[in-house]
């Protein structure tokens, strides 16, 4: 997709904003973008583009680009302008040093919510239903050979993981770090030979924990993770990076 195709599809939540439109509004829709893989490290942002195609204002505008320049999603560079940021291998180990604590812990937290008042198994489907869903999305998307829209999907997948903690707090610092991830993904330049492999694992663990082994879980989470750091690690490293 092209830079010109992005900002133009941004007219379609135009409506959205409506007169209550805030930066912190503008800002979730071009981190949504982040997080579908629609904006590339390096993409320069133009504020006339971007300002037309929501209907915002310059200032409503600048206050988004510093909000997500605050979550290192983007980066001003001096008489250049703003761009999507490019991560570096430290960024890598870093964002999943804190996965391991965000995912892990939430399934440990839901473990110990179990154990001290073990809730109703149609309650517990309930609060798996969104971890279901991403599962079945990636695997529709894998099906229809759309390789980005898996990526997606499994974005969803490891935000439903966190969402177990119930925390609105752990929620939100997922939702921004696996924004940043994704800014990550972008250095995997076959997505089918990257997230392929990753499919069965999250089928998997989606059954450990429908069958409630939540320390199985917790522990194929942790491998998961570090398998994916690994493979990004050297994809970093590699000359083409």
Not at 55 to 84: D, I, Q, W
Not at 153 to 162: E, K, R, Y
Not at 183 to 212: C, D, K, S
Not at 222 to 238: F, G, H, K, N
């Amino acid at each position: 997709m092209t830079t010109t195709d992005w900002v133009s599809d941004l007219r379609d939540e135009r409506l959205d904003l409506g007169r209550a439109s805030t930066a912190g509004r503008v800002a979730d829709v071009l981190r949504t973008r982040i997080i579908e893989g629609r904006l590339a490290p390096g993409t320069r942002l133009s504020e006339e583009d971007i300002g037309a195609a929501l209907g915002v204002s310059r200032n409503t505008l600048r206050e988004a680009f510093r909000l997500l320049s605050h979550e290192r999603l983007l980066v001003h560079e001096f008489n250049r302008g703003v761009f999507v940021r490019r991560l570096s291998v430290d960024d890598v180990r870093d964002l999943y040093q804190v996965r391991r604590i965000l995912e892990c812990g939430a399934v440990r937290r839901a473990a110990d919510h179990l154990a001290a008042a073990p809730q109703d198994p149609d309650q517990w489907d309930l609060l798996l239903a969104p971890v279901r869903a991403a599962v079945e999305e990636g695997e529709a998307a894998a099906a229809a050979d759309r390789w980005v829209d898996v990526g997606t999907a499994n974005m969803h997948f490891h935000q439903a993981v966190a969402a177990l903690a119930q925390s609105p707090r752990v929620t939100e610092t997922m939702a921004h770090l696996l924004a940043e991830l994704r800014l990550v993904f972008h250095v995997m330049h076959a997505p089918r030979a990257f997230h392929e492999a990753y499919l069965p694992e999250n089928r998997a663990i989606l059954e450990l924990l429908a069958a409630g082994e939540l320390g199985e879980a917790e522990t194929a989470i942790a491998s998961y993770l570090d398998r994916a750091e690994a493979q990004l690690v050297a994809a970093y490293s590699a000359p083409s990076a």
